[in-house]
Nanobody, 131 residues
Framework: QVHLVESGGGSVTAGGSLRLACAMS????????MGWFRQGPGGEREGVAH???????AYADSVKGRFTISKDNPANTLYLQMNDLKPEDSDMYRC?????????????????????????WGQGTQVTVSS
């Protein structure tokens, strides 16, 4: 059974940094896509960053240049380094992992509904940024 456990959230002032971690266990595939998500201002879950097992990454426009997603393979832990944090980054951050094959290759889904339906999710860690 896949388990994802997030840590590293907290309270910082604007301009500060945090590093979130997502420890994964029970994953049985060599390939994967993992991502960080947050609830968003309208209450809808939104993707923040994705990491594919081939090393490619993708970011939401709102965090490009400030956030960096990475993975420590021996530790099987996904990270999100968040720099220059803004009050609008305050949210519950959750990590997810998914194994979705399209056209014979593992892909990172562009559809949030696919992540929700097929992904494995952690419980989340709260980030609060004060001005």
């Amino acid at each position: 059974q896949v388990h994802l456990v997030e840590s590293g959230g907290g309270s910082v002032t604007a301009g500060g940094s945090l590093r979130l971690a997502c420890a994964m266990s029970g994953w049985s595939h060599n390939e994967f896509c993992m991502g960080w998500f947050r609830q968003g201002p309208g209450g809808e879950r939104e993707g923040v960053a994705h990491f594919h097992s081939d090393g490619t990454t993708a970011y939401a426009d709102s965090v490009k240049g400030r956030f960096t997603i990475s993975k420590d393979n021996p530790a099987n832990t996904l990270y999100l380094q968040m720099n220059d944090l803004k009050p609008e980054d305050s949210d519950m951050y959750r990590c997810a992992a998914i194994y979705k094959v399209e056209g014979g290759k593992v892909k990172c889904p562009g559809s949030l509904s696919t992540w929700i339906a097929l992904g494995h999710w952690g419980q989340g860690t709260q980030v609060t940024v004060s001005s």
